[in-house]
């Protein structure tokens, strides 16, 4: 008898990766997603709303989208224009969506989606933290109704934005920590296994050549990003890389540690602080993905891009 899936929310700011990751999650027979919520984070909360409705309907699913949070909660917005465009989608020119988002906003749908749920909703988490974050403190009874949030963000050691901080973190550190804070269970797919899990440019021109509209949208969104200075073997795939983690666990290894985020620092803004280099031991709020086995990793992302 086969398992029963996982019903998920994906919390995204699409997003090159963004993309590629929602291209992946909807092929995961593990999953079955029941919205995509958007932030501001890439790029604005409309061009992220936007690119979820187009991605979603290259997809050809008609999941609902429903915007969050248009900047962080206490902070200005940060964007990305130089990793993703200026649209968010390296201008690479999507049919514009048919469908609208939805009316719910996205920290209504989690609240309700939970509820649903039973206790058994998980949250995939790629973007700025902006969105968990008011949902949780719009709720105190949330946190103890969600399953697991698996977070694209962060890094036990170094960063992207600045030399001790990764993007989704720095763009909302105050929503990251009360996130961390929650007592949810967490797994943190940081930089430190997101840059380990690449496809090598001749993976990604291999799925470019499936032909399909979606391997062909996988690929321009992908090989972009290859051969830069902290990845030189290929593309990492950071947001794909939590998709598949919440799918199939078995691909990575992680290690329990404690984990919290610098709000207050000048030169530290974001960082995620833990213990698992350190002999001061705290206690253990997350689950942190370290490792992943690369070939197996990029072998089941052609074999779900082989689905459409
Ligand atoms: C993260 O930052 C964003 O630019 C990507 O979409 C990814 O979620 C990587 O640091
Ligand atoms: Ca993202």
């Given at each position: 008898m086969s398992e029963k899936k996982i019903p998920v929310i994906i919390d995204c700011d699409p997003g090159c990766d963004d993309t590629a990751a929602l291209l992946l999650a909807f092929r995961c027979p593990e999953l079955d997603i029941r919205g995509i919520t958007t932030v501001s984070g890439n790029v604005s909360l409309e061009k992220t709303t936007y690119n979820a409705l187009r991605v979603t309907e290259a997809i050809g699913s008609d999941v609902r989208v429903c915007p969050g949070a248009d900047r962080p909660m206490f902070r200005e917005p940060v964007y990305a224009p130089h990793v993703h465009g200026e649209d968010g989608l390296?201008?690479?020119?999507?049919p514009a969506p048919q469908k609208k988002a939805s009316f719910y906003k996205a920290w209504d749908f989690i609240y309700e989606e939970a509820v649903a749920q039973k206790g058994e909703l998980q949250i995939i988490a790629v973007g700025p933290l902006t969105n968990l974050g008011i949902a949780l403190a719009a709720n105190q009874d949330l946190a103890g109704m969600i399953k697991r949030i698996v977070i694209m963000g962060g890094a036990a050691a170094g960063g992207?934005?600045?030399?001790?901080?990764e993007f989704n973190i720095y763009v909302d550190p105050e929503a990251a920590d009360l996130v961390m804070r929650s007592g949810i269970p967490l797994c943190v797919c940081g930089l430190d296994v997101t840059l380990k899990a690449y496809l090598t440019a001749e993976e990604i021109a291999g799925i470019k050549a499936l032909g399909t509209p979606q391997a062909e949208l996988f690929g321009a969104v992908t090989?972009?990003?290859?051969?830069k200075i902290f990845c030189p073997e290929g593309a990492p795939l950071h947001d794909p890389a939590a998709v598949l983690f919440a799918a199939d666990e078995s691909l990575f290894t992680s290690q329990r540690c404690w984990m919290r985020v610098e709000?207050?620092?000048?030169?530290?803004?974001?960082k995620t602080v833990t213990?698992?280099?350190?002999?001061?031991?705290?206690e253990a709020n997350v689950d942190l993905v370290l490792d992943v086995d690369r070939e197996r990793f990029a072998a089941k992302v052609r074999e779900i891009m082989e689905r459409y």
């Open positions: 390296l201008g690479i020119g999507l992207n934005v600045t030399p001790c901080a090989e972009q990003n290859c051969e709000t207050t620092g000048s030169i530290t803004r974001g213990d698992c280099y350190s002999d001061a031991q705290k």
